[in-house]
């Protein structure tokens, strides 16, 4: 399938097709990513030509094997999660959530983890790559609200509770120049294990259950509705791939190039907030 995308249609034009696309497919799979977020003050991973915009984030191998790049992530996050943990929902999860409410939604796939579709007061969530208000133990499973942890870490890094930094992606703020060797990491409270976001990093696999949950969802829905993604992380990808393959009509409102396009029965390159706010 080609999109429809032509750089000379109007808003109207744009809208009119989003808003036929909905009302033709009652039961919607919406895959969102980073791009729903932005106006909340979460910054993206990447351009709009699909790039990275910094580094590469920390990968799963690197967390779980190296003490040092462990200090350098908490230290990152216990400045970074002050802003991060004070983001509210946007137009973009206000409008979702009353498409949900509306019943035209039959499963909401979020690559994002900062929870702001919950808090929107969309039900129908899979959060594909986990939630960062969670922390767990890789010893025993054990889960710690990130809010408890974040003092834990505070009382043990006083100095670094004082700074403030630039944000990056979901709450990882750029401290580069600081020596991290000194930081503290604290171990579980229950086990003395180590201690991870309870997120997917790169590098490591999605948990099945949340991965079949998906399938399930994308396979009772009529249609699928990109928001905000670039596709360009597989996990994500997959199931807009699996949509095309089984023929069901694909829509996408992002801002530049995704790794989906030539798949997009409709593509509406304009802000993802305002855009879905219009047809909801």
């Known amino acids: 399938m080609n999109a429809d995308a032509r750089p000379d249609r109007s ?32 910054p993206d991973y990447r351009d709009n030509q699909g790039d990275w915009k910094r580094p590469q984030p920390v990968t799963y191998q690197a967390f779980m094997g190296d003490e040092r790049t462990r200090r350098r992530y908490w230290a990152r996050s216990l400045v970074g999660w002050r802003r991060f943990s004070r983001a509210h929902p946007n137009a973009a999860h206000l409008a979702l959530a009353r498409l949900e409410a509306a019943g035209r939604v039959e499963v909401l796939l979020t690559q994002n983890v ?12 899979i959060d594909l790559h986990g939630r960062l208000d969670r922390v767990r133990c890789m010893a025993h499973g054990h889960l710690v609200q990130r809010s408890a942890f974040q003092e834990v870490l505070e009382q043990r890094n006083p100095a670094w509770a004082e700074l403030d930094a630039v944000d990056a992606p979901d709450g990882d703020a750029d ?20 201690l991870k ?84």
């Open 175 to 194: 401290l580069e120049g600081h020596d991290f060797s000194r930081f503290q990491v604290p171990d579980c409270p229950l086990c003395g294990g180590l």
């Open 11 to 42: 808003l109207e034009d744009d809208l009119a097709r989003l808003r036929d696309f909905v009302a033709a497919h009652p039961r919607l799979f919406v895959l969102t990513g980073a791009g729903v977020s932005t106006d909340s003050g979460i």
């Open 197 to 280: 976001p309870d997120v997917v990093f790169f590098g490591e696999g999605v948990p099945r259950e949340r991965v079949l949950a998906a399938v399930h969802g994308l396979e009772q829905a009529d249609a699928v509705l990109v928001a905000g993604s670039s596709l360009m992380v597989f996990s994500g990808f997959r199931f807009v791939n699996a949509a095309a393959k089984a023929g069901k009509p694909i829509a996408a409102v992002n801002m530049g190039r995704t790794r989906a396009d030539g798949l997009f029965s409709l593509k509406i390159e304009r802000p993802v907030a305002e855009t879905l706010a219009a047809i909801a």
């Open 114 to 125: 900062d929870g702001l579709h919950q808090a929107a007061g969309s039900h129908h969530v």
